[in-house]
Antibody, heavy 117, light 110 residues
Framework: VQLVESGGGLVQPGGSLRLSCAASGFTFSTYWMHWVRQAPGKGLVWVSNSDGSSTNYADSVKGRFTISRDNVKNTLSLQMNSLRAEDTAVYFC?????????????WGQGTTVAVSS | QSALTQPASVSGSPGQSITISCTGTSSNVGNYNLVSWYQQHPGKAPKLVIYGVSKRPSGVSSRFSGSKSGNTASLTISGLQAEDEADYYCCSSAEITTWVFGGGTKLTVL
C-alpha cells in the first residue's frame, strides 16, 4: 500500500500548480482520499477530500483549489489556482480508513509547494 | 473550522507516562467518537496511532492509548521511550465534509 505525491515546485503569487498522488496496493476507488498540508514549522491542516462522487474543501482554499481523482489510473489530483504566499507548505496525500471516518491510515511522503516572487 | 486545542509541548522521562489533551466542541469531539491521533517525526509523514477515540491500528504499540471526556480527547503514552519524541496531532472527522486538526503538541523525552 503506497501513495506517492508529485508536482510540487516554486510558483509566483497568483499562479497555478497541479499536484498528483499515485496510489498502489489497494482498491483506490473504494476509499475517501484527502489532501493535508503543513506550512514550514507549523501544524497539519486539512485541505480537501473526495470519495469520487463528492468533494469538500477547507474554507481557506474553497474556490481556488479543485480536487479530482481518476479511479482507472488510481490517481488523486489537486489543481491549485490563484496561489498565495500562505499556501506555501508540504502537501500530503492521505487515505481515509475504510468507512471514511476512522482516521487517515496511509500517507504519502509529501510534495513541497513554495509560493514566492 | 476552528482548530482543536492542544498544549504546545509536554515532556517526560523515560519510563514515565504522559497525556496530551485535545479540546474541541460538542460539534466535533464531544458528540462523536471520531477522534484520531497522529505521530510525526521531523521531516516524515504523519503516522496514525489512535482512531475512533481509543482504537489502535495494527502494529501500533499498546503503550499508546486514547480516551475522551466531554469535549476533550486525550492521548496517553505509557512507558515513555526515546523514540516517542515527536509531534502529536489530534483530528476530528465528525463531519466527513470538514476534518479538523489540533495545533500539535511537541513531546520531549528528557
Amino acid at each position: 500500500v503506497q501513495l506517492v505525491e508529485s508536482g510540487g515546485g516554486l510558483v509566483q503569487p497568483g499562479g497555478s500548480l497541479r499536484l498528483s498522488c499515485a496510489a498502489s496496493g489497494f482498491t483506490f476507488s473504494t476509499y475517501w482520499m484527502h489532501w493535508v498540508r503543513q506550512a514550514p514549522g507549523k501544524g497539519l491542516v486539512w485541505v480537501s477530500n473526495s470519495d469520487g462522487s463528492s468533494t469538500n474543501y477547507a474554507d481557506s482554499v474553497k474556490g481556488r483549489f479543485t480536487i479530482s481523482r481518476d479511479n482507472v489510473k488510481n490517481t488523486l489530483s489537486l489543481q491549485m489556482n490563484s496561489l498565495r504566499a500562505e499556501d506555501t507548505a508540504v502537501y500530503f496525500c492521505a487515505r481515509a480508513a475504510m468507512g471514511g471516518y476512522d482516521g487517515l491510515d496511509v500517507w504519502g511522503q509529501g510534495t513541497t509547494v513554495a509560493v514566492s516572487s | 473550522q476552528s482548530a482543536l486545542t492542544q498544549p504546545a509541548s509536554v515532556s517526560g522521562s523515560p519510563g514515565q507516562s504522559i497525556t496530551i489533551s485535545c479540546t474541541g466542541t460538542s460539534s466535533n469531539v464531544g458528540n462523536y467518537n471520531l477522534v484520531s491521533w497522529y505521530q510525526q517525526h521531523p521531516g516524515k509523514a504523519p503516522k496514525l496511532v489512535i482512531y475512533g477515540v481509543s482504537k489502535r491500528p495494527s502494529g501500533v504499540s499498546s503503550r499508546f492509548s486514547g480516551s475522551k471526556s466531554g469535549n476533550t480527547a486525550s492521548l496517553t503514552i505509557s512507558g515513555l521511550q526515546a523514540e516517542d519524541e515527536a509531534d502529536y496531532y489530534c483530528c476530528s472527522s465528525a463531519e466527513i465534509t470538514t476534518w479538523v486538526f489540533g495545533g500539535g503538541t511537541k513531546l520531549t523525552v528528557l
